[in-house]
């Protein structure tokens, strides 16, 4: 799908407008039940993320390691790293910038740096479940002439919806990109969706899975519809410490297939 700006603006407000009149007045102010603030809460390693947010004044840190092969043997990797920070009891600050190897390339750089804000509106509300949005800006820190970065500015708004189905959590997303340029180094409008699934499976072993999928865009870096399935166990060494792997399949599209490990890590409190 590639909207032009104005549509794309016109899509945001709507789904925006309807969770608002999808919930009662109640459940913007509701507060979920107290946890503990020190155990992690993994955005990885599935592409999705959940409407949870870091609790005030504490910090968290996740990072890993992605090794992709693609269909004509050649390879490359990556590994993210993000500094989650809880500013308010319902609002998260968000830095990340992978390390990237890539595809052909003899070194490693690092990449573009994201900056965003993760808003949970709702608690268990009717429909959307816990509703979150997280706008984001991409700058170009990175490299379009080493491979590391695609040289352009990226607005993002990212549509969260999490859901408790017994002991299973599932996380519903939908996204929108919009860049600077030409649409020579990136395309200059993109979208994304995901339908992530996680849970128990013993003791402190656990289990990921998510299929999701970049519908296709245009320009002259337009690439084809790319779908995919990710899965893998999870660990939770400590309640503030969670290790994760697994792989990655394409189902179609120009999807690398890919080995993943990771962690995520509650640092502390920062502040009171």
Do not use: C
């Not at 503990?36 to 599935?46: G, L």
């Amino acid at each position: 799908m590639n909207l032009p700006p104005s549509a794309a603006m016109r899509v945001a407000v709507a789904l925006t407008a309807l969770v608002f009149l999808l919930v009662r007045p109640a459940d913007l102010a509701a507060q979920k039940p107290a946890q503990n603030p020190h155990a992690t809460q993994p955005e990885r390693p599935t592409v999705a993320t959940h409407a949870g947010t870091v609790a005030a004044g504490w910090v968290e840190i996740e990072a890993g390691s992605e090794f992709d092969r693609y269909r004509d043997r050649s390879r490359g990797a990556l590994a993210p790293v993000l500094l989650k920070l809880g500013l308010a009891p319902r609002l998260q600050l968000s830095l990340q910038t992978p390390i990237v190897w890539p595809v052909g390339g003899n070194s490693a750089g690092f990449g573009d740096l994201s900056v965003g804000l993760k808003w949970r509106l709702v608690n268990e509300a009717p429909i959307v479940g816990d509703f979150a949005i997280l706008p984001s800006i991409k700058v170009s820190t990175g490299s379009a002439d080493a491979g590391t970065g695609t040289g352009t500015t990226d607005i993002n708004l990212l549509f969260i919806s999490s859901h408790k189905l017994g002991p299973v959590d599932v996380d519903l997303n939908f996204g929108y990109t919009r860049r600077s340029g030409d649409g020579t180094l990136a395309p200059r409008s993109a979208s994304l969706w995901t339908i992530s699934f996680g849970g128990p499976a013993r003791g402190r072993l656990g289990w990921t899975a998510e299929l999701y999928g970049y519908p296709g865009t245009s320009g002259p870096a337009g690439a084809a519809p790319v779908v995919a399935l990710l899965g893998g166990p999870t660990i939770d060494i400590r309640d503030w410490l969670t290790l994760d792997a697994g792989v990655i399949v394409p189902i179609t599209g120009p999807q690398p297939r890919a080995l993943y490990v990771g962690l995520a890590y509650n640092v502390g409190r920062l502040w009171r």
